[in-house]
């Protein structure tokens, strides 16, 4: 595969993922009853979030969602979308919305959180680093680091240290396309590293696997 078109594939994943993270951060501010602009605001935390967090890290200043501005564009118009296809159908509270939302939310989180734990660490090595945990480490906070701060502007339990082992997909699926970049190529160890993130979460989710947990007395979790 030649240098542009996965370059053009990259971008496109990049796309996807911010799309899918900005609908999980709208759809969390929709519930929690935001005004438009806090959609969008907490939409373009969720989407980006991860990627500013990791360009810091890496020196890169300003970080890319200022110097690419479609990122933050896309995510911007995501969020107004949902916004208004929600607010135009007045039916949010309805069981049948509030039944499907922790599915819509895990479907959306899961995708993004696939594309940019790889995204992260191919920017890793796009800045010339190759040590491996640093790279698994940028994957992860790329892929988990937008959530983070969603979370914590919603005043949510983080959802990296509750649920379905969310944090461990992103770093399996890291360490498996860092391991794998010497034998598949940049592309498909990112093909392969995606597909096990969101393999983890989606088994994670539908056995209800999870880390251990110490409960308080009355027998629910903390």
């Not at 969008?40 to 890319?64: F, K, Y």
């Not at 190759?130 to 005043?155: K, S």
């Not at 970049?181 to 995606?194: A, I, Y």
Request: glycine letters at 10%.
């Amino acid at each position: 595969m030649n240098y542009m078109n996965f370059n053009v594939l990259t971008l496109i994943m990049e796309l996807i993922g911010t799309i899918a993270f900005a609908s999980s951060g709208a759809m969390l501010a929709i519930q929690k009853e935001m005004d438009l602009f806090g959609v969008c605001v907490l939409g373009v935390t969720t989407s980006v979030g991860g990627g500013m967090i990791r360009d810091l890290l890496l020196g890169i200043i300003p970080p890319g969602m200022f110097r690419k501005p479609i990122y933050t564009s896309v995510a911007i118009l995501t969020s107004i979308l949902l916004f208004f296809i929600i607010y135009t159908r007045r039916n949010i509270k309805n069981k049948k919305i509030a039944e499907a939302y922790n599915k819509i939310m895990m479907v959306f989180d899961t995708v993004g959180l696939g594309i940019f734990t790889v995204v992260g660490i191919h920017a890793g090595r796009k800045e010339g680093y190759e040590q491996i945990f640093l790279l698994i480490f940028l994957g992860v906070i790329t892929g988990v680091g937008g959530g983070l701060l969603r979370d914590m502007m919603a005043q949510e339990m983080p959802y990296i240290l509750t649920k379905h082992i969310y944090a461990c997909a992103s770093i399996s699926g890291a360490a498996v396309c860092v391991m794998s970049d010497s034998l598949l190529g940049d592309f498909w160890s990112m093909t392969v590293g995606m597909t096990v993130v969101m393999l983890v979460r989606f088994l994670a989710t539908r056995y209800r696997w999870n880390l251990p947990k110490i409960r308080n007395s009355s027998g629910h979790d903390q």
